[in-house]
């Protein structure tokens, strides 16, 4: 849920998830105007896509590659959106997760991440993800992955949304805490090492 | 249809509410050879007649394969149809690039027809002069439809447009109701004896005769020109079958067979 301002976080109640129409829900790491712009596009595209009222929709493969004809398009105009996207979606069944950074690079994964995410989240996924996770098995990886983040991220907040995307719809849940351990022995004392003059 | 005082111009009204140019237009799609388009649960078929402008010419391109899950058939101003296809062609390359996914056959047909009604309401552009039947297949199954030089899109179960189409419709009708439960070469042989109906003079043979196919699984693609010659055939054949012999069943001649002293009859002990 936060908001840089440089290398301070400054805002603390940002929504970096957002539902795209029936099918897609997007997240994005980087430049928050940046992303709010690309939701206003989406907004467009999906908004045309209803008023065919045809039934045909967007699903999360259209929804991603439209995003990264979007994304190479603007880096080769040396003006990107500074952003690292990633959506998830599921359509007629068929489940679908991939990302799009600012410089055009796109892939489908079974475990995306945005900034800090990938050096620390993404090696915890590959040692524990694995096919027909239950939604909870795959709440506790996220937020065991999240807490590893806010310990070791030092622009990270404790205050986090968790969205779920299935054949029915989008949900986000409301902002919330994750439980920290600061008993360690060495955070009791902390002068113990070098105790100084005052 | 006479010629009026209200059919020069396309943007000119008769008294009635009439367009006659555009009436004009769609007359020419009854002047080009037949085509015919029809669907069932699984597949959508194209059939045409071909024309030829002399002994020592090629029969004239009527299927035009717009994209992988979409084909046309046309009748009329074989240019104008030319170049109608290569516009689809576009705009399903283009959605491609976007979305890679293929472009919804419902959403093609509305922009060809609205590329169409532009051309009713211009002083400076002709009306086209073709009829296009699509055929396509997207999430919601295979699909048929007419496009008119008016600017109006219909969808069909099945259809034939062109000359001598009424012959083709009258042995759709006849048949339609079975299509959603035909299989893809049931369904091919109706478009071919369909169009065979439209046919006035002359037989069908693998040169004169188009034969497409779209369906779950398979790409749209026009038959080869052998393998139409064959379904062709087969009709043949099928027609000329006498009814089957019925082969006299040995053993029913003679008395009833007296079973009391057959043994024991199975189910008793």
């Known amino acids: 849920m936060g ?30 105007s940046d992303f709010q712009e690309i939701v206003r596009y989406l907004d467009e595209l999906i908004l045309y896509d209803n008023m065919w009222d045809d039934g045909n929709s967007l699903g999360p493969k259209e929804v991603h590659n439209y995003l990264n004809r979007l994304m190479y398009n603007r880096r080769n105009k040396f003006n990107p959106l500074w952003n690292t996207l990633v959506l998830g979606g599921v359509k007629n069944g068929q489940k679908y ?57 030092r622009s990270a907040v404790n205050k986090l949304q968790i969205a779920k995307i299935t054949e029915e719809g989008a949900t986000i849940s409301e902002p919330y805490a994750i439980k920290t351990h600061w008993e360690l022995e060495a955070f009791k004392n902390p002068a113990t090492g070098a105790v100084g003059s005052w | 249809m006479f010629r009026n005082q209200y059919d020069t111009d396309v943007t000119t009204w008769s008294p009635a509410g009439r367009l006659f140019q555009v009436e004009y237009a769609m007359e020419a799609v009854k002047q080009g050879s037949a085509a015919v388009g029809l669907t069932s649960k699984t597949h959508a078929v194209l059939v045409s007649v071909g024309k030829t402008n002399s002994e020592f010419s090629s029969y004239q391109k009527k299927i035009f394969k717009v994209d992988d899950h979409i084909g046309v058939a046309i009748a009329g101003l074989t240019a104008d149809g030319r170049v109608l296809s290569l516009h689809m062609r576009s705009e399903c390359i283009h959605y491609k690039f976007l979305y890679d996914s293929p472009l919804p056959v419902g959403r093609l047909v509305v922009q060809l027809a609205d590329k169409a009604q532009v051309c009713t309401q211009r002083s400076w552009t002709r009306p086209y002069g073709v009829g296009l039947l699509v055929a396509g297949l997207d999430e919601t199954g295979p699909h048929l439809y007419l496009n008119c030089p008016s600017g ?22 006849r048949k339609f109701e079975t299509f959603p439960e035909c299989s893809r070469d049931e369904l091919i042989r109706h478009g071919v004896i369909s169009v065979r109906e439209a046919l006035a003079e002359g037989k069908l043979n693998g040169s004169n005769c188009s034969v497409a196919v779209v369906g779950a699984g398979e790409a749209f693609s026009i038959l080869d020109p052998k393998m139409v010659q064959q379904i062709i055939d087969s009709l043949d054949d099928k027609n000329e079958e006498p009814p089957a012999d019925v082969a006299p069943v040995e053993g029913e001649q003679g008395a009833v067979q007296d079973d009391t002293d057959q043994g024991v009859a199975p189910m008793e002990t």
């Open chain 2, 152 to 173: 109006n899109y219909f969808e069909y179960q099945a259809y034939a447009i062109g000359a001598r189409s009424q012959a083709a419709k009258t042995y759709l009708e």
């Open chain 1, 97 to 153: 997760l991939g990302t799009v950074n600012m410089i055009g690079v796109h892939y489908e994964e079974n475990h995306v991440a945005t900034g800090f995410g990938n050096h620390l989240a993404r090696p915890i996924f590959r040692d524990e993800w694995h096919e027909d996770m239950t939604f909870e098995e795959g709440v506790k990886l996220l937020e065991k992955c999240m807490l590893v983040l806010l310990y070791r991220d």
């Open chain 1, 3 to 32: 908001g840089s301002y440089g290398s301070t976080l400054r805002y603390k109640s940002v929504q970096r998830l957002k539902p795209i129409g029936k099918h897609t829900l997007l997240g994005a790491g980087g430049e928050i």
